[in-house]
């Protein structure tokens, strides 16, 4: 099976499923299932759109760090879509064009090609918080969405004017040969405009009002799906992409440990679950950012899998928690699993 086909599938019947909505949510369902199951069938290697090579062609990266990551990233969109998608059945063209988005973020093997698809999955994940009916919250995060691009963007001017291309491989190899100094300001742009998709502070100021407000599609698809995907992007243009100097170094270190200690205090300092589990979200964005930093890939990945299931099962439980209750107050949830031992039990392991 070619790994274009993660991204083409899910495209496509998107767009058709406009023309059939009844048929949208079964159609996301059994496209997103299917996706994870077609995973293991993917052959390693590197995919070349058109048969146009390196550096000019549009090119796929199939290795056991895209397989784990799309492992991780379909697991948690599937069960997402099986547990809030009764509740908004009007959303499953959206969430399958966000699932083309998501996979290509993640195979792409060219920096241009993934701004495209930052695009894609962005434009959906606005429309997936237009459910939270906060339409400033939403509006908030499309700008800084929109300045993170623009970053990420100039970014990946200054570097096509120095090397010529965008491929992540050849970049990678060239970048090596060059003086880390001269290539520090496109880099460090590059990490700001990943940095708000990721939560990283001070770039993550619309978290608050997007995951306070989360409902049970809108929290576990931004505080899992989406924080997942977005860290092992990360992982891969950290690790293929970035020579650190001292002070590009420096910089990096102090924005990844004040987001640690910053999102922990803020949680600790917190009343209510939802507060709680998005400042806990920042910091664990930043622990595992700096872990990739440092060229620690696999105990990356196992970060970002374990935040990323552990947030879907926590942020589904209180988005629906709260909805029938009408209050998050950790004072006032008090015995609130006396009745459900075995979601107490499985919060309880999540956290």
Same mark, same amino acid.
């Given at each position: 099976?070619?790994?274009? /086909?993660?991204?083409?599938?899910? @495209? $496509?019947?998107? *767009? &058709? #499923?406009?023309?059939?909505?009844? /048929?949208?949510?079964?159609?996301? @369902? $059994?496209?997103? *299932? &299917? #996706?994870?199951?077609?995973?293991?069938?993917?052959p390693m290697g590197t995919v070349s759109i058109g048969h146009f090579i390196a550096p000019y062609g549009i090119e796929l990266i199939v290795d056991g760090y895209a397989i784990t990551a799309l492992y991780i990233v379909n697991v948690l969109f599937f069960l997402v879509s099986v547990l809030a998608l009764c509740d908004y059945k009007q959303l499953g063209s959206v969430l399958l064009i966000s699932l083309a988005g998501l996979n290509g973020l993640i195979l792409t093997g060219d920096l241009f090609n993934l701004?495209?698809?930052?695009?894609?999955?962005?434009?959906?994940?606005?429309?997936?918080?237009?459910?939270?009916k906060k339409p400033l919250a939403t509006f908030h995060y499309l700008v800084l969405g929109t300045i993170g691009s623009a970053f990420y963007l100039l970014g990946l001017v200054i570097l096509y004017g120095m090397f010529h291309t965008l491929n992540l491989g050849v970049l990678s190899t060239l970048i090596r040969q060059?003086?880390?100094?001269?290539?520090?300001?496109p880099l460090l742009f590059i990490f700001i405009g990943l940095g708000v998709e990721a939560k990283l502070l001070p770039f993550n100021a619309w978290v608050k009002g997007i995951l306070e407000s989360s409902n049970p599609l809108s929290g576990p698809m931004i505080a899992s799906v989406y924080a997942s995907a977005m860290v092992l992007v990360f992982g891969r243009v950290l690790t293929e992409l970035f020579v650190f100097n001292d002070t590009l170094l420096t910089i990096v270190s102090v924005i990844l440990v004040v987001t640690i200690v910053?999102?922990?205090?803020?949680?600790?300092?917190?009343?209510?679950?939802?507060?709680?589990?998005?400042?806990?979200?920042?910091?664990?964005?930043?622990?595992?950012?700096?872990?990739?930093?440092h060229g620690l890939t696999e105990l990356g990945v196992m970060l970002v899998a374990l935040n990323g299931f552990s947030k879907l099962i926590l942020f589904g439980t209180i988005t629906v928690i709260e909805r029938q209750l009408f209050t998050d107050e950790m004072a006032k949830l008090k015995g609130v699993f006396t009745n459900n031992k075995l979601i107490g039990f499985a919060f309880t392991v999540a956290t």
């Open positions: 099976m070619n790994a274009v /086909l993660l991204i083409a599938i899910p @495209l $496509l019947v998107g *767009f &058709l #499923s406009i023309l059939f909505k009844r /048929l949208s949510p079964y159609l996301l @369902l $059994l496209i997103s *299932f &299917l #996706s994870v199951i077609a995973i293991d069938y993917i701004f495209v698809f930052l695009e894609i999955a962005g434009i959906s994940a606005y429309l997936i918080t237009t459910t939270n060059t003086d880390p100094l001269i290539v520090s300001l910053a999102g922990e205090a803020m949680a600790y300092a917190s009343t209510h679950v939802k507060h709680i589990l998005l400042y806990s979200s920042i910091a664990q964005a930043g622990i595992a950012v700096i872990v990739f930093v």
